[in-house]
C-alpha cells in the first residue's frame, strides 16, 4: 500500500479526490461509518464504485448509509474479501486492485486508480508507551476510567490527562475517541480549561 500512497491510494476523501477520480472505476476499503461517508460522495463522481469488506455492512455501518448506498446503481458492495495485491502502471501509478475471497479464496481483479482506505487507525504513539498509558491497541488513555490517581497533586486525573500528570491527550490518538475531526477539534477547545485547571493546582 505505501508504494502507491499519493498514487492512487488515499485516507480520506475530499473534494480534490472527487475531482481527481472523476469518471473512473475505484474502491472504497472498509464497512464503517466513515467508509460508507465516503462512498456516498464519491459515487456520483466516479464511474463505478466497489466496497470491499470482511463482514456484512450491517454489523458495522448505520442504517441510514447503508440505504443511501443501496440507492446508487453504481456502487457493488463485495462481501467477505479482502485486498491482496496493488498494481501500478509504468508512471507507479495505481491502475489495478486484485481481492481475495476469504472462504473461498476466489481472486478478482478490477482496473482501477484510486483506491480509498477506511480499515481503522494506527495511533502511532508507540514512542510514548515507555512513560503514558496506552490500550491494547496503542491509543493513549485519559481520564479517570483509565489513568491512575495523580498522588503528587492529591486530585483525580482530569478527563483528557494522561497517566502522566500535566501532559493531555486529543483527538485521533486518545483511547475511545470517535476518529472525527468535529470531535477532535470539541477536545482541544476543552483541554484549553483542563490546563487552566492542572496550573491552577
Not at 43 to 66: D, F, G, N, W
Not at 97 to 119: N, Q
Not at 152 to 164: D, F, G, I, Q, W
Request: hydrophobic share 45%.
Amino acid at each position: 500500500m505505501n508504494d502507491f500512497e499519493g498514487a492512487g491510494v488515499s485516507y480520506w476523501a475530499s473534494p480534490v479526490e472527487a475531482k481527481l477520480c472523476e469518471g473512473e472505476k475505484i474502491a472504497v476499503i472498509g464497512g464503517g461509518n466513515s467508509a460508507g461517508q465516503a462512498a456516498v460522495f464519491l459515487a456520483p463522481k466516479v464511474e463505478q464504485l466497489h466496497i470491499a469488506v470482511r463482514r456484512p455492512l450491517e454489523t458495522t455501518m448505520s442504517r441510514y448509509l447503508i440505504d443511501r448506498i443501496a440507492a446508487q446503481p453504481n456502487i457493488s458492495v463485495h462481501v467477505g474479501v479482502e485486498v491482496v495485491g496493488l498494481e501500478g502502471d509504468e508512471s507507479g501509478a495505481l491502475c489495478r486492485t486484485t481481492f481475495r475471497g476469504l472462504d473461498s479464496g476466489k481472486l478478482w481483479t478490477f482496473p482501477m486508480r484510486h483506491m480509498f482506505l477506511f480499515i481503522g487507525a494506527n495511533p502511532n504513539a508507540d514512542w510514548l508507551a515507555k512513560r503514558i498509558a496506552v490500550d491494547d491497541k496503542g491509543f493513549v488513555v485519559t481520564g479517570r476510567e483509565f489513568a491512575p490517581t495523580d498522588i503528587a497533586l492529591n486530585r483525580e486525573p482530569l478527563p483528557l490527562e494522561t497517566s502522566v500528570a500535566g501532559v493531555f491527550a486529543i483527538g485521533d490518538v486518545r483511547a475511545g475517541s470517535t476518529k472525527r475531526v468535529g470531535a477532535a477539534i470539541g477536545e482541544g477547545a476543552a483541554v484549553v480549561a483542563q490546563i487552566h485547571a492542572a496550573l491552577a493546582n
